[in-house]
């Protein structure tokens, strides 16, 4: 039966190899040029563009309702003008 010394050795040669893996080191390359690559991009987070679009959609009903407001106050005052002309 192989001693504590022996097992200890081969632990740390499986980790040793296991660090110099080549698929680690390509791993970690293509992390750090994704990485480099992605913050020269203009990009926003999920929960930033989350929060954006539900701004975008309530000033979207906004617009609406005042578009409606603006159309009911023309209505109204193609009326009034209608009726002062008549007089």
Known sequence: MPGPRILDELGAKLSEIAASNPARDFEKNAKALL????SKLDL?????FDVQ???LAHTRQKLAELEDRVAALESELTRVRTE????
Do not use: C, P, Q
């Not at 990485?35 to 992605?38: L, V």
């Not at 002062?84 to 007089?87: F, K, L, P, T, Y």
């Open 53 to 55: 679009r539900e701004m």
């Open 44 to 48: 926003v987070t999920r929960e930033e």
């Open 84 to 87: 002062n002309d008549a007089d």
């Open 35 to 38: 990485g480099s690559a992605f």
